[in-house]
């Protein structure tokens, strides 16, 4: 007896392609707040989306040759999916992070074959990362592409980090919500998920809002100066704007505390059943935060990313920090 099969090839055809959860227990309304479940990429992050996407346009541009070597810099999401992109094309990967991001990270990075290069902080402690501390990793990593010619993705300049969000993430959001989005709001880090979801969502209809999130004391989106460098949102609000945001898709801005990113984070587990990341509980807030504020209609959909499995994560007692710091 024969019949039809479903069999993915390989890793990589499991990105994408995830389901949008409707928070309701968290917040039973008025209006909705949707989100994308990215810790449900096989490499546990939203960052594979960008992985796959990035190596791709490199090896078809031919940046990237047949078994090349690659080096990334990394918070440690985009470490991940690289690892595993590069686990599965056979290229050699070396990824450069700082010691303050969670240790976690490097553990699955060296687990799927890379070489993950962890550098001293300059002003950081475990768990807050600041863009000194950013820029010491980045100075390594360019030395060692320097010495070894291997390709060096640059995802905070890379266009295909944007790109990757508008081909996939965007049209996916349009396709569940049936076209009804309101508004859209994420974390900022590359700026990769946020303006490339912002911009599908815009050529689809100008209407919907687009939110940057940001650590509160970080702010520079929104002007602000800096006066609290160190935060618990790794991967996000490193004290400057990207290169790759754009103004020209937002409409907003929405400031989250440590302590709101913690309640929601244990929000999402003990009424939603999902343990996440510090980001996904800060975007999980500021929908909330968006909702309340009256800005939007009162039956308003608004769609947000879980960016991240919180099994990468050390709790913040582990850190040594209160809910309050």
Excluded at 157 to 185: M, Y
Excluded at 238 to 247: A, E, I
Excluded at 290 to 303: F, I, K, R, T
Aim: with cysteine; aromatic share 6%; hydrophobic share 35%.
């Amino acid at each position: 007896m024969s019949g039809t099969t479903d069999i993915a090839s390989s890793a990589l055809d499991l990105i994408g392609n995830t389901p949008l959860l409707a928070l309701d227990r968290i917040w039973p309304g008025p209006g909705r707040i949707l989100a994308k479940c990215e810790f449900l990429n096989p490499g546990g992050s939203i960052k594979d989306r960008s992985s796959l996407g990035m190596i791709k346009s490199a090896i078809e541009s031919g940046e990237l040759k047949p078994n090349g070597p690659v080096l990334e810099v990394t918070s440690g999401n985009q470490g991940c999916g690289l690892a595993m992109v590069a686990a599965v094309l056979q290229h050699p990967l070396t990824t450069v992070m700082s010691k303050g991001n969670s240790p976690q990270r490097a553990t699955m990075m060296r687990a799927l074959g890379a070489n993950a290069v962890l550098v001293d902080q300059v002003e950081g402690k475990p768990g807050n990362v600041t863009l000194k501390d950013v820029t010491a990793a980045e100075n390594h990593g360019l030395d060692l592409v320097r010495t070894t010619g291997a390709y060096f993705v640059n995802q905070f300049h890379n266009d295909n980090n944007c790109l990757s969000h508008e081909k996939t993430t965007g049209p996916e959001i349009w396709k569940q919500t049936g076209g009804r989005v309101d508004a859209f709001l994420a974390t900022v880090g590359t700026a990769g998920t946020f303006m490339g979801v912002s911009r599908h969502l815009k050529s689809k209809n100008p209407a919907i809002k687009c939110y940057a999130v940001e650590p509160k004391g970080v702010e520079p989106i929104s002007g602000k100066p800096i006066t609290k460098p160190l935060h618990l949102l790794q991967g996000s609000g490193y004290g400057s704007v990207p290169d790759l945001f754009k103004f020209d898709v937002l409409d907003g801005t929405l400031s989250v505390s440590d302590k709101e990113s913690v309640e929601y984070k244990k929000l999402l587990g003990t009424k939603e059943g999902l343990y996440l990341g510090y980001t996904s509980g800060a975007n999980v807030a500021a929908a909330v935060k968006l909702l309340q504020s009256g800005q939007l209609p009162p039956d308003a959909w608004v769609v947000t990313v879980l960016n991240d499995t919180g099994l990468k994560y050390p709790e913040i007692e582990d850190y040594g920090f209160t809910e309050d710091d």
